[in-house]
């Protein structure tokens, strides 16, 4: 009797909590002693534990953030493809330019416009776009190509001056119809020449048809005249080709000397073989002689027996110089026997006091090379330390 009555009492403390936690009594049997959508468990009634996760059937978890670019997140890898465009700025045509893409907007050319480098330097002018089948660029502009310094990639077209043949060609300095811009110093650099198909096209056949550098690497291949020169002593600089019997001779100043694998020189020159790293002769060719104590380099020959000897006071000059390498007695009396750093040996001429001392000179024994300013020449002067 009293323990019904303690479980009646039970359950009316329970009541309301029905409507919001769902009470849970605490004896039965079976399910059916249970309230709605509870079980009995353990002696227990106890409602079905509620999990706060994704179960098996839900939606998977969104894309990490490097697969699915969302305003506000970092730009995805496509917006880092190589750009082959301008970026667009305030400069006018004519006005200078900065050809870089990572160039400041006042630094770059207005709309309709590109800034053309030539030579591909640093600095640029702005110059009109243009179509290359149109004729859109007027009285003495050319249209031609453009391209990037930054990645050497074509960005598009410009009218730049149109150039006459043979003069020099470049980026924004365009050759005329019938001409080739043919390299002469780097891909970058060239001269209009005419172009040809035979030799009979080269001014009534004084010339030659031949294939010439290309000016960018990716152009296709085009024939051009190419001057014969006949003369010695002439430039053969890029496409000028030397005459019969001629051969370019390298250097800083390129010409057209005597060739002597097959002949000798002439009264006054001598034969000098160039020669490869290896020590194979190239080519051979006739120098004007120079005898000792005149000034030698490329194109002069120093007389047998003589070195061309380099100084760079009192003033950089070659020098030819008595060899004395075999013989130090080929100096005579009047210079002294040197060794240079390359090993070989020349004749120094002595200088008396009050002469100079700097170049291919040594002073007379009592006497020292002396300069009192930096700078300055030196001069030969008595030695007074002894006194």
């Not at 890898?77 to 907007?105: H, L, M, Y």
């Not at 490869?276 to 005898?291: F, I, M, R, W």
């Not at 210079?335 to 750093?341: A, K, P, Q």
Request: some cysteine.
């Amino acid at each position: 009797m009293i323990r019904a009555l303690l479980l009646s009492l039970s359950c009316l403390l329970c009541l309301p909590l029905l409507f919001t936690e769902g009470c849970s009594q605490t004896v039965c049997t079976a399910d059916t002693s249970c309230g709605d959508g509870q079980t009995c468990q353990a002696g227990k009634c106890v409602s079905p534990e509620v999990d706060g996760g994704l179960d098996a059937s839900s939606s998977e978890p969104p894309p990490y953030p490097d697969t699915d670019w969302k305003d506000g997140s970092f730009a995805g890898p496509e917006s880092f493809v190589e750009k082959t465009t301008q970026p667009v700025g305030t400069r006018k045509e004519g006005e200078t330019c900065n050809p870089e893409i990572t160039a400041i907007a006042q630094d770059r050319c207005a709309d309709g416009m590109l800034c053309v480098a030539p030579y591909l330097r640093r600095v640029g002018l702005c110059m009109k776009s243009c179509t290359p089948d149109a004729a859109t660029c007027g009285a003495g502009k050319r249209c031609g190509p453009v391209y990037s310094v930054d990645t050497g990639k074509a960005l598009g077209h410009a009218c730049g001056v149109a150039v006459e043949a043979g003069e020099r060609c470049t980026f924004g300095r365009y050759c005329k119809d019938g001409f080739y811009c043919s390299a002469i110093n780097g891909k970058y650099d060239g001269v209009c020449l005419k172009t040809c198909k035979d030799r009979s096209e080269c001014d009534g056949g004084k010339g030659w048809c031949d294939e010439a550098k290309p000016f960018l690497t990716e152009n296709s291949k085009q024939q051009v005249c190419v001057a014969l020169l006949a003369d010695k002593g002439a430039r053969c600089v890029g496409p000028v080709l030397c005459g019969s019997g001629l051969t370019c001779v390298e250097g800083s100043r390129p010409t057209c000397r005597l060739g002597c694998d097959q002949r000798p020189c002439p009264t006054g020159e001598t034969c000098v073989a160039t020669k490869d790293s290896k020590g194979n002769t190239l080519y051979s060719a006739c120098y004007p002689v120079v005898p000792v104590g005149g000034h030698c380099g490329t194109g002069l020959a120093c007389e047998g027996g003589s070195a061309c000897v380099g100084f760079s006071q009192p003033t950089r000059m070659l020098v030819c110089m008595k060899d004395c390498t075999k013989d130090a007695q080929v100096c005579g009396t009047g210079g002294t026997c040197v060794e240079l750093s390359s090993g070989r040996k020349v004749c120094y001429a002595f200088a008396k006091e009050g002469a100079l001392c700097d170049g291919p000179t040594r002073c007379e024994s009592g006497l020292r090379c002396v300069s009192f300013k930096a700078g300055e020449p030196r001069h030969c002067v008595k030695d007074c330390t002894a006194d």
